[in-house]
């Protein structure tokens, strides 16, 4: 059974750094793009960021461009999103969300989110 | 960027009722498109891909289609376990865009 479990999130202050983790589980976890999606609260879902299965490459949405990096370890079957210079207007859900073995693919399964709130 | 828009925002339909939501791509994007459904307090699932291919699971009376950089989700008949929110998002290249969804519920 594939699994995502996010974690790392909370209250953290403006101009702060959060690091989210996702462990990943029940897949060839190597084979597979992976994804960062966020949901501010009451609003629409936002991808955020990706990363190729071979680390080849990463894409970035334009409003965390600069700020985010995402990254991944084969051996800890993990994703991470390491977060700088947060703002407010980054308070949301954040999901981990699997892609496909292609690197134009859908996100066939998701994570239940990690809550991040910056605020001062 | 490839800007993605999706209509109506909200609607209100009996159970029964054949619902239509269309997603439109403000350039061409081929068939990457994929609609998934988010139920209140849930996380977002996977209905659709490649325009029109039905995830592995999701009842039959859900379709896709495409025309153009036009896309559209059908609900054939429309379920009370189907009050969710339905987004399109774009794939074929980054960003992967979503659209701002399209609230449905039931009359």
């Known amino acids: 059974e594939v699994q995502l479990v996010e974690s790392g999130g909370g209250l953290v202050k403006p101009g702060g750094s959060l690091r989210l983790s996702c462990a990943a589980s029940?897949?060839?976890?190597?084979?597979?793009?992976m994804n960062w999606v966020r949901q501010a609260p009451g609003k629409g879902l936002e991808w955020v960021s990706s990363?190729?299965?071979?680390?080849?490459?990463?894409f970035y949405g334009d409003s965390v461009k600069g700020r985010f990096t995402i990254s991944r370890d084969h051996a800890k079957n993990s994703v991470y999103l390491q977060m700088n210079s947060l703002r407010a207007e980054d308070s949301a859900v954040y999901y981990c969300?699997?892609?496909?073995?292609?690197?134009?693919?859908?996100?066939?399964?998701w994570g239940q989110g990690t809550l991040v709130t910056v605020s001062s | 960027d490839i800007q993605m828009t999706q209509s109506p925002s909200s609607l209100s339909a009996s159970v029964g009722d054949r619902v239509t939501i269309t997603c439109r791509a403000s350039?061409?994007?081929?068939?990457?498109l994929a609609w998934y459904q988010q139920k209140p307090g849930k996380v977002p699932k996977l209905l659709i891909y490649a325009a029109s291919t039905l995830q592995s699971g999701v009842p039959s009376r859900f379709s896709g289609s495409e025309s153009g950089t036009d896309f559209t989700l059908t609900i054939s008949s429309l379920q009370p376990e189907d009050v969710a929110t339905y987004y399109c998002?774009?794939?074929?290249?980054?960003?992967?865009?979503f659209g701002p969804g399209t609230k449905v519920d039931i009359k």
């Open positions: 350039q061409g994007i081929s068939n990457y």
């Open positions: 998002q774009k794939y074929n290249s980054a960003p992967f865009t």
């Open positions: 969300a699997r892609g496909g073995i292609s690197r134009w693919s859908p996100l066939d399964f």
């Open positions: 029940g897949f060839t976890f190597r084979s597979y793009s």
């Open positions: 990363i190729s299965s071979s680390t080849t490459y990463t």
